[in-house]
């Protein structure tokens, strides 16, 4: 209900969104029923055309950021929605008297009445309230966050500025720094800054620089020793800052480490920054910041960051900005590698006055507005996936691209004698999966044929490498689901007929066939891979998967079942604050263990051949569940 308000609060008071018609007025061969008519898609179903809707955005990043502007006493903000009132909230942040520098926020708020709000830091920020020592230094950051007039929290910002008034803004480091693609001899420093700049990394006696001003930055750094700790600073414009990452182990490191997994974030319930608009802000810190203090050499999350199914890509780039600012002061020192869920959709919408049925479907063109689009837009992951669902069988047009890109979001990366293989089982998700006979679609819970292909060479690889004794494989989705998707994810109450529908045909394979594959390559071709990482299901179970656990209806034909030649687990961690999902009865119910809705970050601690689990509650520290698993 809350959305509905704002949206009618705020009508005709934001910018268009960003729709975006098909390149060249082509639309996607893959899809069915589609047309373009008076240069606008159209989806016909039964007689009844389908429009476009337009939904205009709740708010967007660029909103938010706003138009910032020095004065002769603070700083000045306009965020260009005239129906926006409610309050600033705002503060130094104290960079170097933390090593995870958050805002200390004021005793006061400044009022946002008409999209506009001012900050007066030469009076009321002086003196005893100076902490950060402005007033000598001649500059500083402010953190600050947006309020609806209900309390709501829309963004969570970062401003620096210069002088003792007047005050000038500067370039702001407004995304990261965070650690990425760390290898044995480097890693990648990524980060994002309100103005464009050419910014520069140091570490280990080594400096490297934009090779042109930009606002996002992708600095690699090499020549480094394995397993090693530096100290790194970024600089840009006038200032800088410093933390310290450490390499990755030399491949065939047997050493001890431990690594972090969590998954659905997304906005909860309870208030405050349990709903920073997009995600549970709250318990994103708490996790992030207990992973750091149990040492974490780097941290899995799979899928639901954010609240998401939108339209407007400027609108999901503020909940991914919302999410990053959640975890950027302790990313700024280990990597976070990040997968796609179910809401992470980006989407077009159509529907009819003539109809109730609505058709949502991945939002194309597919190279720029897609929902994989904007997660590589936002994130900077590995590109050692494969390229698409091009090529496969049912590819409607071999000469040029139909699908979205895989790049970004399915990957694999290596840490010492462990492997961690990341997939996407919302690819081309159409959500309307009523209708997907209809439209044509990727499914919620399915991994298509190329996908399928590259895992399978993936393990194989693997398999054969004598540095790699521990594979793990993560998607959104569980193969098992136990509490809340038991009607979709990879078993839709064991309906094998959903399956996801390409050019106006079905796939081969049904959705238990696929998922029957998918165990074949881990259980009985793959002797390492240790447990599947999923979520989805808002809750933590850990699920036996073996030659006992029974795994169909009984009304499945028997020349359908698969045979499991040895056991793995599934490891269920959607508890990262989304709503909670009770659990509920299916044909597994007796292998699984350790349910509970409780919030839950997975440690996983590997000491060569050996590897423990640990589950702490991040809220109350208390211990949720632990295994032996090798």
């Known amino acids: 209900m809350k959305r509905i308000v704002l949206f009618a609060v705020w009508a005709g008071l934001l910018p268009a969104a960003v729709t975006g018609q098909p390149a060249g007025g082509q639309l996607p061969a893959v899809h069915s029923n589609l047309s373009l008519v008076k240069g606008k898609p159209v989806l016909t179903s039964g007689g009844i055309q389908y429009t476009e809707e337009a939904r205009p955005p709740l708010f967007t990043l660029p909103q938010a950021m706003g138009l910032i502007a020095g004065t002769a006493t603070g700083l000045d903000f306009d965020f260009r929605t005239a129906g926006l009132n409610g309050k600033l909230y705002y503060g130094f942040v104290p960079y170097g008297d933390s090593r995870h520098p958050h805002p200390v926020y004021f005793k006061e708020t400044a009022p946002i009445t008409a999209g506009k709000a001012s900050v007066n830091i030469r009076d009321k920020l002086r003196g005893r309230y100076d902490m950060v020592g402005w007033e000598n230094n001649g500059s500083a950051t402010l953190g600050y966050r947006i309020a609806g007039a209900d309390g709501t929290l829309l963004y969570d910002g970062l401003i620096s500025f210069s002088g003792t008034g007047p005050f000038t803004v500067e370039p702001t480091v407004v995304e990261g720094p965070f650690v990425g693609l760390h290898r044995p001899d480097g890693a990648t420093i990524s980060f994002r800054t309100n103005l464009p700049v050419r910014a520069s990394l140091s570490a280990g006696g080594q400096t490297v620089q934009d090779p042109a001003e930009t606002l996002d930055h992708i600095l690699a750094i090499s020549g480094l020793s394995p397993d090693t700790e530096y100290a790194y600073t970024i600089s840009y414009g006038k200032l800088a800052q410093s933390y310290a990452f450490r390499t990755a182990p030399a491949p065939g490191s047997r050493a001890a480490f431990t690594f972090a997994y969590a998954s659905d974030s997304r906005n909860g319930q309870g208030g405050g920054e349990r709903d920073l608009y997009g995600t549970n802000f709250y318990i994103m810190k708490k996790i992030m910041a207990l992973a750091k203090y149990r040492e974490a050499a780097f941290f899995q999350f799979s899928g ?4 998401g199914y939108l339209t407007d890509q400027q609108e999901i780039d503020l909940q991914y900005a919302n999410w990053k600012r959640a975890i950027a002061p302790f990313a700024h020192y280990f990597p976070v590698y990040v997968s796609m869920g179910n809401h992470e959709a980006l989407m077009r919408v159509f529907s009819s006055k003539k109809s109730t049925r609505t058709f949502l479907l991945d939002r194309f063109p597919y190279e720029t507005q897609s929902a994989e689009a904007a997660f590589a837009r936002n994130f900077v992951l590995p590109r050692n996936g494969p390229a698409s669902e091009d090529g496969a069988a049912y590819d409607p047009d071999p000469a040029k691209q139909d699908f979205p890109s895989y790049a970004e979001n399915v990957y694999f990366y290596t840490h010492g004698n462990t492997a961690v293989i990341v997939l996407n089982s919302n690819y081309w998700y159409a959500p309307s999966t009523a209708a997907i006979s209809e439209s044509g679609g990727g499914v919620h819970g399915y991994l298509m ?17 004598p540095d790699i004794d521990h594979v793990f494989v993560t998607q959104h989705t569980p193969a098992f689901p136990n509490g809340g998707h038991v009607a979709d994810d990879m078993w839709y109450n064991g309906d094998n007929r959903v399956r996801p529908w390409v050019a106006g045909k079905a796939l081969e394979k049904g959705i238990i066939e696929r998922r029957d594959q998918y165990l074949d390559l881990l259980v009985n071709r793959s002797s390492k891979v240790v447990a599947i ?14 030659p006992d656990t029974r795994l169909y209806l009984d009304s499945y034909p028997g020349n359908l079942r698969l045979s499991l030649r040895r056991t793995i687990w599934q490891i269920n961690n959607g508890a990262a604050g989304a709503p909670y999902y009770a659990q509920e009865f299916t044909p597994w119910t007796p292998k699984v263990s350790g349910f509970t809705t409780q919030n839950a970050l997975v440690l996983f601690h590997v000491e060569g051949p050996q590897i423990r689990m640990e589950v702490l509650n991040p809220d109350t520290l208390e211990p949720v569940d632990e295994l032996r698993m090798k």
Do not use: F, K
């Not at 639901?304 to 609240?307: A, F, K, P, T, V």
């Not at 044929?449 to 060479?457: I, S, T």
């Open 304 to 307: 639901d960051l954010i609240d």
């Open 449 to 465: 044929d190329q996908q399928l292909a590259w895992l399978r060479e993936t393990l194989d690889t693997l398999e054969r490498n």
């Open 533 to 546: 990482l999923t979520g989805d299901e808002h809750n933590y179970a850990r699920t036996e998967i073996g």
